[in-house]
Nanobody, 123 residues
Framework: QVQLAESGGGLVQAGGSLRLACAASGRTSGAYIMGWTRQAPGKERELVGVIGWTGGSTVYIDSVKGRFTISRDNVKNTVYLQMNSLKPEDTAVYYC????????????????WGQGTQVTVSS
């Protein structure tokens, strides 16, 4: 009942920045925890950060702390991922995900997720 659509990916040099957006539509009244995941070529998908849908709490994996920031605009039903100081190892398809249960996001089985947007960081 919820659809997620990512945008904002692209090609950037190492040290550059990108801002990804995740627009939610459909039944968006639920208290969903939102997360950003990524999947690099030949690697498993990993959860890089989460943000409470109605709260302000955020958490990130160690490799992106201090570089990535998750924010939200509930009026626009949009979640953002600001990525600074990008590294080649950040290259991946980035997906937006939503779940009412945090552990489901951590396990990679959220109720909803989008189609992904490609981020490529050159050296």
């Amino acid at each position: 009942q919820v659809q997620l659509a990512e945008s904002g990916g692209g090609l950037v040099q190492a040290g550059g920045s990108l801002r990804l957006a995740c627009a939610a539509s459909g039944r968006t009244s639920g208290a969903y925890i939102m997360g950003w995941t990524r999947q690099a070529p030949g690697k498993e998908r990993e959860l890089v950060g989460v943000i409470g849908w109605t709260g302000g709490s955020t958490v990130y994996i160690d490799s992106v702390k201090g570089r990535f920031t998750i924010s939200r605009d509930n009026v626009k039903n949009t979640v953002y991922l600001q990525m600074n100081s990008l590294k080649p190892e950040d290259t991946a398809v980035y997906y937006c995900a939503a779940s009412t249960i945090l552990n489901n996001l951590r396990r990679g089985v959220p109720e909803y997720w989008g189609q992904g947007t490609q981020v490529t960081v050159s050296s």
